[in-house]
């Protein structure tokens, strides 16, 4: 691993109190002039002023002492590798206020980060630019000189000089608009002063938009800018987003600060999502929803990111983290409060039993490797940042913060949120204030458990075992840390404190008994269980840990399954842990297939989604062996009966959760080669290409895949042609994903040229690639050399940004050839990644997950703020 680089906070004896900043963006050459005039304080006498700055060239800058007279300075010092600038001046500055003035130029870069220019097409045809900003972590210092850390909080007054038949948008509402005394075809476009903020927060953008506007009933204007002439496909978001602002105004009990806000879809976006404060900004398929066109699943994963982005307005810029070390709480809160949000909106989505299949399996599945790493990481160097926003910030972020919630109660828990936003607004908190806000409200000593969840990487595995002593059940539980590749049995085997619920199949929605397992392992008596009653530990599987049970009580808990009677999450939980187990070589494969027969009846959703994700894994791993078309036949005959059942036209009644079971249910079956599906998905495209019969949006995804799979040049040739023709950045995206599950040779490599062509926007090259890389074993092996061949171009482009590991990680994801690990290290090494990113992305072996972020970072924001967030990658946001 690379030395990490020396590093040092900015001074704090020149500290900036309110920004006055205008901007001048050329949308034609793509460079940007600069006023920046700060109210600054200083705390002690200095010859010199340091400032984060990248990237720009500044060309005046003098510093006036409140009632004395200006002093230039004499000297400006770039130091590039820390993005620094150290401004002289030729006397001292005296302990006071004072003003800070610097004109600067910069550039509109092309990179999707600080001030950057993002392209697009007009109606008539006509290329464009927009100019948008992206300053999450800390590219702030790329479109103004700045104290771009978290802590270092100031006011905003920006003016923005634009064409005058430009859009131009901030954090806050426009307070004046007028003529550009130099140029008639300008305006200077004044805003209100924000709020005391973090620079990470600012935003600006210009370019064309229309818009849908509503008042949320608090009183706020709530706008969700679209693309010229897409109004309409910001009606969805609109609905959500007013009804979430109040939602969150009642669990906080703390009002939205700003007086408006607005949410806007951005052509060419890294990220899934960024939270800037009063000014969402976007990717166009995580707030654009068409009626027509629109599947099921975007419209969950637009419901999901927009409660995400609106619950930072609180959590995050209302009460911001002292430092990039707390990051995880950031997102994983609004990774799990954006669940709370969703179900309040649309119940019937059954959105937490989605939540242990996005991200609390996969947060366990990343967090058993032993490149994991804790939850909480101490951040230096800025560009250490960029690789902690991954799955285990997000998902395991989010679940452990889910058992966090389940182990104090909802009540508690909102007392406790609310003195933290209270005591803390407008300021700056670590991990440790809110956990100490919890523990007043709740009397339980959530500092030491969520220590032990937090700066330790990894979980345990809960061994159980029972007997019956009369009327009596005698439980035997110990842990012990579950790793991917086995038990650990090293001396030093790490301890968490563990609470632990447990219920009877007497109800298997109440919990029988709680217990908080701070130890190896204890003995728990549970009075008044006959003999015939089975005994299932973590209901609603809630805990962030695997469970094995003896071989007796696995027996017993099979005839819940079968009937149903265990709940639906915890079918999917004790498939998940036994899948893992086999995984890890503590049992038999065997065991796993035998458990997964007993899913005969399963009507819901999420749990075939996750068996179906588990299968996917095993169909990978077994295409090097033999028995690759035995398995095959294993998810055939495992789907059958549920895709008869459902057919391929939905009926009257029927709703969100169906939707999506079909186009699972239908995909899987068409990968798999079930001759019946086939032909059918043949028929369909065929009608849906003539235009003689739209395919429905969420049959899409299946049939494309179904037929591609099975396909020749010409299915190509037909999907590129209608990749062509999308209107929509969701269908564009949707056709992307799955191109790569073509099978000859030279149509992969097709693909693969195909994804870094001008057709795709850089930001969905990755799952282009991805695509191919998680369709088959030729295609992981087209992909990797791809992936060499082009790598300068790839790092090039991404600038070593989250994009770039979640690259890295799709093309190796798959490979179980030890012998690759050495060409792979030593291809990070050349790069100066460091160590391997933990970022996964399921979306394509797994395409019936909901597009979580990844936020990616997913941002996922899958994408997961959730691609990794899967179709759309996951933000920092």
Same mark, same amino acid.
């Given at each position: ?655 969100? $959760?169906? =939707?999506? *079971? #079909?186009?699972? %249910?239908?995909?899987?079956?068409? &990968?798999? @080669?079930?001759?019946? !599906? +086939? ?15 739209? $395919?429905? =949006?969420? *049959? #899409?995804?299946? %049939?494309?895949?179904?037929?591609? &799979?099975? @396909?020749?040049?010409? !299915? +190509? ?161």
């Amino acid at each position: 691993m690379p030395e990490r680089r020396p590093f040092v906070r900015l001074p704090t004896d020149v500290y900036p109190v309110n920004y006055g900043l205008c901007l001048k963006p050329d949308l034609i050459d793509f460079t940007f002039e600069g006023k920046l005039e700060a109210l600054v304080e200083v705390t002690q006498a200095t010859h010199q002023i340091v400032m984060n700055c990248a990237d720009i060239d500044i060309i005046t800058a003098s510093f006036v002492p409140q009632g004395g007279e200006e002093i230039n300075a004499t000297g400006f010092n770039y130091q590039n590798e820390d993005e620094k600038v150290t401004l002289s001046f030729p006397s001292a500055l005296q302990k006071g206020s004072g003003t800070l003035k610097i004109d600067f130029v910069g550039e509109l870069n092309d990179k999707m980060k600080g001030f950057y220019r993002s392209k697009y097409t007009t109606s008539a045809g006509e290329i464009r630019y927009a100019a948008v900003t992206q300053f999450e972590a800390t590219d702030a210092r790329r479109a103004f000189p700045c104290w771009d850390e978290p802590a270092i909080k100031a006011t905003f007054d920006i003016a923005l000089i634009v064409p005058k038949d430009r859009v131009a948008l901030s954090n806050m509402n426009v307070i004046d608009r007028k003529p550009y005394p130099d140029d008639e075809n300008l305006v200077e476009v004044k805003f209100a002063t924000t709020p005391i903020m973090s620079t990470y927060l600012v935003a600006f953008v210009i370019g064309e938009y229309d818009y849908v506007e509503s008042q949320s009933s608090d009183g706020i204007t709530v706008r969700v800018y679209t693309p010229v002439g897409k109004a309409e496909q910001g009606k969805f978001a609109l609905e959500v987003a007013t009804k979430t602002l109040p939602f969150y105004k009642d669990y906080f009990s703390v009002p939205y600060p700003l007086p408006k806000i607005d949410l806007i879809a951005i052509a060419d976006f890294a990220a899934g999502a960024m939270e800037n404060w009063g000014l969402v900004t976007y990717r166009e398929t995580a707030l654009l929803i068409d009626p027509k066109n629109s599947c099921s699943s975007s419209r969950q994963w637009v419901a999901l990111v927009v409660g995400h982005e609106l619950a930072h307005q609180w959590f995050g810029n209302l009460v911001t983290m002292e430092w990039w070390t707390h990051l995880w709480l950031n997102e994983g809160f609004a990774s799990w409060i954006e669940y709370l949000c969703v179900d309040h909106c649309f119940p019937e989505y059954d959105i937490w039993t989605q939540f242990v299949s996005a991200d609390y399996t996969r947060a366990l599945e990343l967090d058993a490797l032993d490149s994991s790493h804790p939850i909480e990481v101490n951040v230096g160097h800025p560009s250490e940042v960029d690789e902690i926003f991954d799955a285990i910030s997000y998902s395991k972020g989010a679940s452990v913060i889910r058992m966090l919630h389940n182990y104090i109660g909802d009540e508690d828990f909102r007392k406790g949120m609310n003195a933290y936003l209270l005591k803390f607004q407008h300021k700056n908190a670590s991990t440790e204030d809110l956990w100490d806000c919890l523990e007043q409200a709740s009397g339980k000593p959530i500092a030491a458990v969520m220590g032990s969840w937090t700066k330790q990487m990894g979980f345990p595995i809960i061994v159980v075992d029972q007997e019956q002593q009369g009327d009596d059940r005698i439980l035997k539980i110990s842990q012990k840390k579950f790793c991917a590749s086995g038990p650990h049995n090293g001396e030093d085997c790490p301890n968490w404190m563990v609470p632990i619920s447990i219920c009877t199949s007497e109800d298997s929605k109440c919990t029988k008994l709680k217990v908080l397992l701070d130890r190896p392992e204890t003995t728990i008596t549970l009075s008044g269980v006959t003999p015939d009653q089975w005994v299932k530990i973590n209901p609603g599987t809630v805990g962030f840990y695997r469970i094995q049970y003896s071989s007796s009580m696995l027996e017993s808990l099979l005839p819940g399954v079968r009937d149903l009677s265990l709940q639906p999450v915890d079918r999917l939980g004790l498939q998940n842990d036994l899948f893992s187990l086999s995984r890890a070589g503590m049992i038999s494969t065997v065991e796993v297939l035998k458990l997964m027969e007993a899913f005969v009846n399963e009507p819901n959703y999420t749990v075939w989604s996750d068996l179906s994700c588990n299968l996917g894994v095993l169909s990978s791993l077994l295409s090097h062996t033999d028995f690759h078309e035995e398995i095959q036949e294993f998810i055939r005959d495992l789907f059958t009966p549920i895709g008869l059942e459902l057919g391929w036209d939905s009926k009257p009644g029927e709703g969100h $959760l169906d =939707a999506l *079971l #079909r186009g699972l %249910v239908l995909g899987k079956l068409g &990968k798999a @080669g079930h001759k019946p !599906t +086939l032909e059918e998905a043949r028929r369909r495209f065929r009608d849906h290409v003539d235009g003689k019969q739209v $395919l429905p =949006a969420d *049959l #899409r995804s299946p %049939v494309y895949l179904t037929v591609l &799979k099975h @396909g020749d040049s010409a !299915t +190509l040739d037909t999907m590129m042609k209608l990749h062509k023709q999308a209107d929509m950045q969701e269908e564009k995206n949707r056709i992307e994903r799955v191109l790569g599950a073509i099978s000859a040779p030279d149509l992969i490599q097709k693909v693969l040229n195909f994804a870094l062509s001008e057709e795709v926007r850089p930001q969905d090259t990755v799952s282009v690639i991805g695509g191919v890389a998680g369709s088959s074993k030729q295609g992981r092996k087209a992909a990797w050399k791809f992936v060499k061949d082009n790598w300068e171009e790839l790092y090039n482009r991404y600038q070593g940004g989250f994009l770039i590991s979640r690259l890295i990680k799709l093309s190796v994801d798959c490979f179980t050839l030890l012998k690759l690990s050495g060409v792979i290290r030593s291809l990070f090494e050349s790069a100066g990644i460091g160590s391997s990113p933990t970022v996964t992305l399921d979306e394509d072996l797994c395409p019936g997950l909901p597009p979580r972020l990844h936020r990616g970072s997913g941002g996922e924001e899958d994408a997961s703020k959730a691609d990794i967030h899967h179709e759309q990658l996951l933000s920092p946001a």
